[in-house]
């Protein structure tokens, strides 16, 4: 019985694989011969499209991110303070301050945070 369900995996898992390379035959017909013949790419033209573009396009983006800390001239190195505000995304509105501020009638009435909700 085993041997039986193991050529059905076998034949189920194999499936795809068939299905994909019969799927894949029209992919290998010629082209028709009222089609007309493209024209040969010069070399330079091939090398500008896949090379110089995409070098220039990167060292572009690269300068338009870079340039704001460039005339700045600000930026933080390890083991100084740190000279900008705290900053807390998602945070209280009213920034850190409002965090250390707890209203007296949470703390007392125990419905403060937790996945019981109470510590």
């Known amino acids: 019985m085993t041997g039986v369900l193991r050529r059905v995996a076998r034949a189920v898992a194999l499936t795809p694989a068939v299905l994909l390379v019969t799927a894949a035959g029209p992919a290998l017909a010629e082209a ?16 500008l499209v896949i090379f110089v573009i995409p070098a220039g396009l990167f060292i572009v ?17 390890p083991g100084l303070a740190w000279r900008n505000e705290p900053e807390w995304f998602g945070g209280p509105r009213g920034g850190v301050e409002t965090a250390d501020k707890t209203a007296p009638e949470a703390v007392e009435g125990g419905n403060r945070g937790g996945a019981s909700a109470h510590w």
């Not at 028709?32 to 090398?47: A, E, G, I, M, N």
């Not at 338009?64 to 460039?70: A, C, D, R, T, Y």
């Open 32 to 47: 028709p011969q009222q089609w007309q013949k493209s024209p040969s790419v010069p070399p330079l033209h091939f090398l």
């Open 61 to 77: 983006i690269t300068l338009l991110v870079l340039l704001p800390s460039m005339i700045r001239g600000q930026k933080y190195e």
